[in-house]
């Protein structure tokens, strides 16, 4: 797939598919094989040639990445400079003071053990996942600097920072030479903070966004329209999704969205994802996928990517409601 379904990120070189595949969930040594395999080709199949990972991703932590390397190396090693590979560190990993957070020796470490299980000499994005309160800015970023110096990674990033302290981690890569490729952040239709403050920093920065959650944590969609199903994040995950989490105010909500969805054409997560990426300086929106046909389903969703001012105003209407 080519045209429209690539944006390019921020002001770099670098174009981005639409849509992403994150391989948080599905992806682990306790979850089939052959199921991670079939969702992960069918979505290079479909031209997602974005694959996000972490070094906790599982369960247990470590495994998507080897989930990964594994598939990587059967059936994908010939198209490796297809790929656009990225992983994160920031949250815990590993046991002992130096496996979690923003210290120069946990990111470099982590970043080193990533590459081992994936196999790869180096990835296309690293992360720092989160801020640490206790370690200097310069610190962390300066560890981001050093692993594309060190020819670990190619481009950084950072994800969950909040705009002020963003603006700092932007202004500090800049000044070590590194500039930052990508903000991700959590950003739906229900949850919509970034628009404040964070989208117009990377906007004048130059500074692509990547969304994750574009679907409310499976709340903008209709698998909750008939209670919680038993195999639902909801109902066996609470990492992800609480049942408490799922209210009739906000089924309601989903609900009527669906309603506007189908007039567009658009099942309702084609239209959370249109809607989410009609926002600047958003590049691309991360999915998760438990079956090959919801990689299918997402993808879809770069057929209509506009809409009308009445359709944002009832849509607005909707959440507002």
């Known amino acids: 797939m080519t045209g429209p379904f690539y944006r390019r990120c921020g002001r770099s070189g670098v174009e981005l598919p639409v849509v ?3 391989l948080w969930h599905n992806f682990g040594a306790a979850d089939p094989f052959a199921t991670a395999r079939a969702i992960l080709l069918r979505a290079f199949d479909l031209g997602v040639v974005h694959l996000d990972l972490a070094n906790n991703y599982g369960p247990p932590y470590g495994s998507a990445e080897e989930t990964f390397g594994r598939i990587l190396r059967q059936d994908l090693s010939g198209h490796r400079d297809e790929l656009f590979v990225a992983t994160k560190a920031g949250y815990d990993m ?3 003071p130096y496996g979690n957070l923003g210290s120069r020796k946990y990111l ?4 080193d053990q990533s590459l081992r299980r994936m196999g790869l000499d180096r990835v296309d994005l690293f992360y720092h996942h989160r801020p640490d309160p206790e370690t200097p800015l310069e610190e962390s970023m300066g560890a981001l600097a050093e692993a594309v110096r060190s020819g670990r990674a190619v481009q950084v990033g950072i994800s969950n920072y909040p705009a002020k302290l963003a603006e700092r981690a932007l202004r500090i890569l800049g000044e070590l030479g590194v500039p930052c ?6 950003y739906s239709m229900l ?5 404040a403050e964070l989208f117009p920093l990377l906007e004048r920065e130059g500074v692509g966004a990547v969304a994750f959650s574009p679907l409310g944590r499976g709340l903008i969609t209709d698998r909750y329209f008939h209670g919680i199903p038993e195999d639902s994040r909801a109902g066996h995950d609470p990492r992800f999704l609480r049942p408490v989490d799922v209210t009739e105010a906000v089924v309601e909500k989903a609900r009527r969205l669906d309603g506007r969805a189908r007039a567009r054409g658009q099942t309702l997560a084609q239209m959370a994802l249109s809607w989410v990426l009609r926002r600047a300086p958003v590049t691309s929106a991360i999915i998760g996928a438990s079956r090959p046909a919801q990689v299918d389903d997402c993808v879809g969703a770069a057929r209509n990517l506009s809409f009308t001012r009445e359709e944002l105003f009832e849509i607005d209407a909707i959440l507002g409601g």
């Not at 470099?108 to 970043?111: K, Q, R």
């Not at 949850?191 to 628009?195: G, H, K, N, V």
């Open 20 to 22: 992403s595949l994150g």
């Open 94 to 96: 590993w046991p002992g």
């Open 191 to 195: 949850e919509r903070a970034p628009e």
């Open 108 to 111: 470099l470490a982590s970043l």
């Open 181 to 186: 490729l990508v903000h991700q952040a959590r």
